[in-house]
């Protein structure tokens, strides 16, 4: 089976520009634009799992902008916005990763914006205002912090590595991850919880994490994280034989990334 083929280089250019225009405005929205008295404007799987008004106001600003610039394409973001394009590429949109976060004032939130083309991330870009880190990549191209190359860091022994992960809104997913965490934690160095799956793939690449792993994202979570960590040296997958999914997302630097699949697989972490 041949590799697809590389996209066209203009067109790459174009969605970088694009979708670091819509993560920095985004994000500046959501840095300055936070209101003393941020409150929740509705929930979604869970009464914990909410939504704010900035929530709203962002994606309103990004689905704006990329309809401006590129009217053909298609869009997916996590409060609702959806559309069929006919150029081929996709947008795939959290503008506000971590809202929990961001509602008790927490700095680990972002905006995550993605292109797909033809079903395959091409762009991603993930910017968190709060840390000052722009974060970016390209298929082929390698990914960036602050215009800075990343890279994994070198693989610690398993017992040594440093793991994040993520916890489900819903009561008893939460209970089943909890009992795979209990199980993985006296193994390795330590785990760790930000509450942000975009930062936290994005903590992968910049080697500030061993790996990473969490049962339950959707694409928007997923999509511009993966493939920063991916460009920066990560491998990236999920259950054995599959990609990151809804089931289970893992990301981590060669030499941790198998030992951590093969654990979770063992665990079954993405079943009840």
């Given at each position: 089976?041949?590799?697809?083929?590389?996209?066209?280089?203009?067109?790459?250019?174009?969605?970088?520009?694009?979708?670091?225009?819509?993560?920095?405005?985004?994000?500046?929205?959501?840095?300055?634009?936070?209101?003393?008295?941020?409150?929740?404007?509705?929930?979604?799987?869970?009464?914990?799992?909410?939504?704010?008004?900035?929530?709203?106001?962002?994606?309103?600003?990004?689905?704006?902008?990329?309809?401006?610039?590129?009217?053909?394409?298609?869009?997916?973001?996590?409060?609702?916005?959806?559309r069929p394009g006919t150029s081929g590429v996709r947008w795939v949109v959290d503008?506000?990763?971590?809202?929990?976060?961001?509602?008790?004032?927490?700095?680990?939130?972002?905006?995550?914006?993605?292109?797909?083309?033809?079903?395959?991330?091409?762009?991603?870009?993930?910017?968190?205002?709060?840390?000052?880190?722009?974060?970016?990549?390209?298929?082929?191209?390698?990914?960036?912090?602050?215009?800075?190359?990343?890279?994994?860091?070198?693989?610690?022994?398993?017992?040594?590595?440093?793991?994040?992960?993520?916890?489900?809104?819903?009561?008893?997913?939460?209970?089943?991850?909890?009992?795979?965490?209990?199980?993985?934690?006296?193994?390795?160095?330590?785990?760790?919880?930000?509450?942000?799956?975009?930062?936290?793939?994005?903590?992968?690449?910049?080697?500030?994490?061993?790996?990473?792993?969490?049962?339950?994202?959707?694409?928007?979570?997923?999509?511009?994280?993966?493939?920063?960590?991916?460009?920066?040296?990560?491998?990236?997958?999920?259950?054995?034989?599959?990609?990151?999914?809804?089931?289970?997302?893992?990301?981590?630097?060669?030499?941790?990334?198998?030992?951590?699949?093969?654990?979770?697989?063992?665990?079954?972490?993405?079943?009840?």
């Amino acid at each position: 089976m041949t590799a697809p083929a590389q996209p066209d280089d203009r067109l790459l250019d174009d969605l970088l520009e694009v979708a670091l225009d819509a993560a920095r405005q985004a994000g500046a929205l959501l840095r300055d634009g936070r209101p003393a008295d941020l409150g929740v404007a509705g929930t979604k799987s869970s009464p914990v799992d909410v939504v704010t008004e900035m929530d709203l106001a962002s994606e309103k600003l990004v689905l704006e902008l990329i309809t401006d610039r590129r009217p053909a394409d298609g869009y997916l973001g996590e409060e609702g916005a959806e559309r069929p394009g006919t150029s081929g590429v996709r947008w795939v949109v959290d503008p506000l990763d971590g809202t929990v976060n961001y509602l008790y004032g927490l700095p680990s939130w972002a905006v995550s914006v993605a292109a797909e083309l033809d079903g395959r991330a091409v762009v991603g870009v993930v910017y968190a205002p709060a840390r000052e880190e722009l974060f970016h990549a390209v298929l082929g191209r390698g990914a960036r912090l602050n215009g800075r190359p990343l890279s994994t860091r070198p693989a610690p022994p398993w017992g040594q590595a440093l793991i994040a992960t993520g916890f489900n809104y819903v009561r008893p997913v939460r209970v089943r991850q909890a009992e795979v965490l209990l199980a993985l934690m006296p193994e390795v160095r330590d785990i760790r919880r930000a509450g942000a799956a975009a930062v936290d793939l994005c903590d992968v690449a910049a080697g500030r994490l061993d790996g990473y792993y969490e049962r339950g994202l959707a694409p928007w979570d997923r999509a511009a994280g993966c493939l920063i960590a991916a460009e920066a040296g990560a491998l990236t997958g999920g259950r054995p034989g599959h990609g990151p999914d809804g089931e289970l997302t893992v990301a981590a630097a060669p030499g941790v990334y198998q030992p951590l699949q093969e654990r979770l697989a063992a665990l079954r972490a993405w079943a009840d």
